[in-house]
């Protein structure tokens, strides 16, 4: 028997579902501002509760630490991208010819470490020697290939994707753009040089 003012079966959780997303979105907004204000050294529970405007007691019990606080982040940030490239629009996503979703996903890449690049820079280095065999590297790497095998190239697939992304590594693009002063245009038009040169001149529309 239910009691007066207990919820009727199967609509309490979702509400709670739809505050917690919500909750959740508001903190990674918040922790994404101070990171692009003041570096991934500014992200503090401390800073981000204070951001946020909640206390940081909720900070600790979305993300456990502040590790877990970065993985976030950078899960979310790696959820816009991959959602761009698998299932927007043509150059990055399906309709294109592959050599134009290679350099569009390049040039993509490109403006998420200009924007977000000490985040990438921080997931990266931490990330150490597990980064290879991790799902976010390894999806990059799938779609990397299969457009590399789209458009023809030569020789080792895997290899070549490897290669292709390790161009794109943020802490190797952040030392281009800030100590070498490059922008991302430039770096961008060295990444469309270099794709031409991987696979040939012909490659098939998708």
Do not use: C
């Not at 000490?118 to 150490?128: D, G, T, V, W």
């Not at 490059?182 to 991987?198: C, E, L, T």
Request: no cysteine; charged share 25%.
């Amino acid at each position: 028997m239910l009691r007066i003012g207990t919820p009727l079966p199967g609509t309490a959780e979702p509400t709670e579902r739809a505050d917690a997303a919500r909750n959740r979105q508001l903190l990674l907004d918040a922790a994404h501002d101070l990171v692009r204000a003041h570096g991934v050294d500014g992200l503090t529970m401390d800073e981000l509760a204070k951001r946020a405007g909640v206390g940081k007691g909720t900070v600790f019990r979305r993300f456990g630490n502040r590790s877990g606080l970065m993985r976030a982040l950078l899960d979310h940030s790696e959820q816009k991208s991959q959602a761009a490239f698998m299932f927007g629009p043509p150059p990055l996503g399906p309709g294109a010819a592959p050599v134009d979703r290679l350099i569009a996903f390049g040039r993509a890449r490109l403006v998420d470490i200009e924007i977000e690049g000490e985040l990438h820079r921080a997931a990266e280095i931490s990330e150490a020697g597990n980064r290879y065999t991790g799902a976010p590297y390894n999806l990059l790497k799938a779609h990397v290939s299969m457009l590399l095998r789209q458009a023809g190239a030569a020789g080792e697939i895997p290899l070549l994707a490897d290669s292709l992304l390790a161009v794109l590594g943020a802490p190797l693009v952040m030392y281009q753009m800030n100590v070498l002063g490059y922008s991302a245009d430039r770096i961008g038009d060295n990444w469309d040089a270099f794709v031409r040169r991987v696979v040939p001149a012909d490659a098939p529309v998708e």
